[in-house]
């Protein structure tokens, strides 16, 4: 009796166009196992896996981040950790404002404290900790 089973095949992995979200491309594969032993594809589909980043900022544990998706992403192999972080750093580059000729950046904050001088409090902690993500979004082609 010949049985059928669904592969995985890891694909590349990108970054959004246009949002917070890193792209993996994979192949769904039905192998057709025959009595003999012998493999047969009888079926392949082109699928992606959007991978949100909830939070992302210039204090972010990327190597932290970076392993939180792979370890919470059965798609990603282990190995590809570094090409990860290298995506979470391109991601969080985006994000950024643009740097001025003299090297400083626009401030972000538009409003003004008159004459106190005193810098707003930093954020709490929570910047420390990994940024958030929501790997539920799938989409197949």
């Known amino acids: 009796m010949s049985e059928v089973k669904k592969k995985i095949r890891p694909g590349a992995i990108e970054l959004h166009a246009d949002e917070l979200a890193l792209v993996v491309h994979y192949e769904v594969q039905e ?14 589909s082109q699928a992606s896996k959007k991978i949100t980043v909830k939070s992302l900022n210039e ?45 400083s950046r626009p401030a972000s904050n538009s409003s003004s404290r008159s004459g106190s001088g005193a810098a707003a409090p930093a954020a709490p902690a929570a910047a420390a900790s990994p940024a958030r993500l929501d790997p539920a979004a799938t989409t197949r082609s």
């Open 31 to 44: 192998v057709l196992q025959q009595p003999d032993g012998t493999q047969e594809v009888t079926s392949s």
């Open 59 to 103: 204090r972010t544990d990327l190597p932290a981040l970076a392993a939180e998706v792979v370890d919470k992403c059965k798609l990603i192999h282990p190995s590809k950790v570094g090409l990860v972080q290298e995506l979470l750093q391109q991601l969080q580059q985006r994000q950024q404002p643009p740097v001025a000729a003299d090297g």
